[in-house]
């Protein structure tokens, strides 16, 4: 697969950087998991066998409290049905909308030192993601223009 993204550019977290940090923001996480998890050989999960599905769930089970304590939450998920617009080679095995008081909670999670040990698993679990930063409108525009 040359269509490869599990961690950001340089480039695009300094983008996210530069962005106002003091409004709160919603995160789409679009998930495509490894058949088998691809931990760095000397990683104590490395042995365990388990699937890209299992190790993002030990991300989940690692990184939540962080994401608790900065105040994120999870707003939705959902399992991808079908293509309706766009790619049919682009499947999804999950995604979420992670909803943050601020990109500065955001900051804090991702360098947080515990968490740089967690998302270790999240690396492991990824074939390939999205993870794309949206602020909430204003007002309740439900209007499609």
């Given at each position: ?90 499947q999804w095995d999950s995604s979420f ?10 900051m804090e999670m ?36």
């Amino acid at each position: 697969m040359t269509d490869v993204f599990i961690d950001p550019t340089r480039e695009a977290f300094d983008l996210f950087k530069s962005l106002p940090r003091d409004v709160p923001i919603n995160m789409l996480n679009l998930l495509r998991f490894n058949e088998v998890a691809n931990y760095p050989p000397d990683h104590p999960n490395a042995a365990h066998g388990w699937s890209g599905m299992r190790a993002y769930q030990e991300y989940g089970k690692t990184s939540g409290p962080i994401f608790q304590r900065v105040g994120g939450t999870i707003i939705w998920r959902g399992k991808m049905e079908a293509m309706v617009i766009g790619p049919d080679d682009k499947q999804w095995d999950s995604s979420f909308i992670a909803r943050y008081p601020n990109s500065a909670a955001f900051m804090e999670m991702v360098t947080d030192a515990e968490y740089r040990k967690a998302v270790v698993n999240r690396q492991a679990a990824i074939q390939t993601s999205r993870l794309i930063r949206f602020r909430p409108l204003d007002g309740d525009d439900t209007s499609f223009g």
